[in-house]
């Protein structure tokens, strides 16, 4: 499929500029109806996700906020939770199944990984597109690759090419103790739920091809039934559980 003609809805203010590098030059501009939408505000060539009852603060991507941030909190992979669940980041070649905001391959690409992240919901993907468009013009190498599918339709063919797979499936919200942050909770509006039994067969096929899995769970959620966890890296707010086979 080509990643530039995804029929998404996108409302802006007035046409969209004259040789705007932006792909949804081809979109159509729909009249509102969905609850959410993608809007384009030509201001500051930047996308956001909407709700239509504007009750909440719009959804962007903002890598260079989120790097601002990164360097001020001064976080550092020796105390992360996730970079130690993946054994590591540096030169590790990472495939974040579940990009979602691209916050956490955000993080794993500023401690040196090689992260490619896959999105399966068109307007998430967008968002994120959108966001690396503005965040490559300040920093042409960052070395993440941005994938448009369903990653347990497509991962068989990345298996080889990577050392390290990490899921963080979108759970049903009440399932857990703490609400959620802002973000989050938009996201889930529209993405979705995640079962646990639609990622079951590809992790057992990643941990027979010597893969390491990394999972993130609420530190009060079960673990995956029917494969072993090997290591668990647990914080307040979150758990990380590994698999592989014998590392
Ligand atoms: C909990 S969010 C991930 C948040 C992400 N770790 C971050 O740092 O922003 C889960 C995301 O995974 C996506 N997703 C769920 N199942 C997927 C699949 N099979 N393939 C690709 N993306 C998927 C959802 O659309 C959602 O955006």
Partial sequence: MSQYSLNI???????????????????????????????????VDQLAMVKASGQEKPLVVDLVASHREWLRQKLSPKYDLLAKACGGVQGKRILDLT???????FKLVMWGAQVTGIEKNPMVWALVRDGLIRWRQTQPSFDFELVYGDALAIVETYIK??????????????K????????MQFLSAVVGENRDEDF???????????????????PEAESFSGIQVKNVYEGKAVRFDVYHSSL
């Fill in 9 to 43: 809805p996108i409302y802006s203010q007035g046409s969209l500029p004259e040789g705007s590098r932006f792909f949804y030059a081809e979109s159509r501009i729909l009249p509102a109806r969905e609850e959410y939408y993608l809007y384009y505000d030509a201001s």
């Fill in 161 to 174: 090419d990577f050392d390290c797979f990490y899921i963080d499936p979108m759970f049903h919200l009440e």
């Fill in 176 to 183: 857990r103790t703490a609400l959620p942050k802002k973000k």
């Fill in 99 to 105: 990009l979602g905001l691209a916050t956490d391959s």
């Fill in 200 to 218: 079951l067969p590809i992790i057992k096929k990643l941990i027979d091809s010597k893969k390491r899995v990394v999972v993130k769970r609420h």
